[in-house]
């Protein structure tokens, strides 16, 4: 495939499996609405919250990047490729719902300050942030959105264990389950992008993979969000590489490939930098045992 070749050319050549795999997720796909988890009634007399801080700021973060989905859906729908229209809109109407129950559940639960939540819903929709759909690159597109899905699965499985809710613990299992099926549809495009063109998509892998950032890094008050989340083991560099980077590239069987011709040099680069993060990820569990054990110490003392 020529290297300036369009994204409605590349989106014409995986016409097929997009074909495949909507038909696949609507036979496997479960409709539900926020209201058949969260009531505010089931609250009512509650005193306080059961969420941990880390919990309420990964909750906030996800809900926040989901409502921002349906902003950047009609750019990518102009072109009436095949099938590729009809799934944005089943995967944006996902997302949506999902925004929409974690908001019932953040403000039936009084987890958050609702008119504060609302300022920042609003923020978020009039600043925007930066869509990986968006764009002429459909590869990096696919490969981002991949990644941002399994970045966001993992974290709602382990906010459950933080929300001491069994509430919680049904709708974020439900939406969990609702973005193996996204994962599972963008991750198999991302494997036939490899049969159709597996130089430039191993290139396009490498790019996101390199300068990945997580879902929502430009969001009001993220780096907090951030240091919580990470704090309390709930998505850090070790999750990240175990859970999502090292699962997705084994599906796309990158190293075992022996097709890339030029793409070769960019998986050379992809191993490295995994050296990196894995190196990285070390030094910062010795620093964060020396704290412990200081601060143990002071205790002692």
């Not at 859906?73 to 995967?91: F, K, M, Q, Y």
């Amino acid at each position: 495939m020529r290297s300036d070749i369009g994204q409605f050319a590349v989106l014409r050549q995986l016409l097929p499996t997009i074909e495949e795999n909507l038909a696949r997720h609507r036979a496997a796909a479960v409709h539900w609405e926020p209201a058949d988890f969260v009531r505010a009634e089931m609250y009512w007399g509650s005193r306080t919250s059961t969420l941990t801080e880390a919990a309420k700021a990964a909750l906030v973060t996800n809900l926040l990047v989901e409502q921002n989905i349906p902003l950047y859906r009609r750019d990518a729908t102009a072109a009436e490729v095949g099938a590729w229209p009809s799934w944005l809109t089943e995967w944006s109407a996902g997302r949506t719902r999902h925004a929409a129950a974690v908001t019932d559940y953040l403000v039936a639960t009084r987890s958050v300050d609702p008119i504060a939540l609302g300022r920042a819903r609003t923020q978020c929709m009039t600043v925007g942030f930066d869509a990986p759909i968006n764009g002429a690159h459909l590869l990096r597109s696919l490969v981002q959105v991949a990644l941002d899905e399994s970045v966001s699965s993992v974290c709602h499985r382990n906010t459950v264990a933080q929300c001491h809710d069994p509430v919680a613990d049904r709708l974020l299992g439900r939406i969990v389950a609702d973005q193996e099926l996204h994962v599972r549809f963008f991750s198999d495009l991302v494997s036939a992008a490899l049969e159709v063109a597996p130089s430039l998509t191993v290139t396009a892998i490498t790019e996101v993979v390199m300068n990945f950032q997580l879902p929502g890094s430009n969001l009001p008050g993220f780096a907090r969000s951030a240091m919580l989340i990470s704090r309390d083991g709930i998505y850090d560099l070790r999750r990240h590489l175990d859970d999502v980077l090292r699962p997705m590239l084994a599906q796309w069987r990158i190293f075992e490939r022996a097709d890339l011709g030029a793409g070769g040099r960019s998986r050379d680069l992809l191993a490295a930098h995994l050296d990196h993060l894995d190196a990285q990820d070390a030094a910062t569990e010795i620093g964060r045992t020396r704290n412990q054990q200081y601060a143990n110490a002071l205790r002692a003392s």
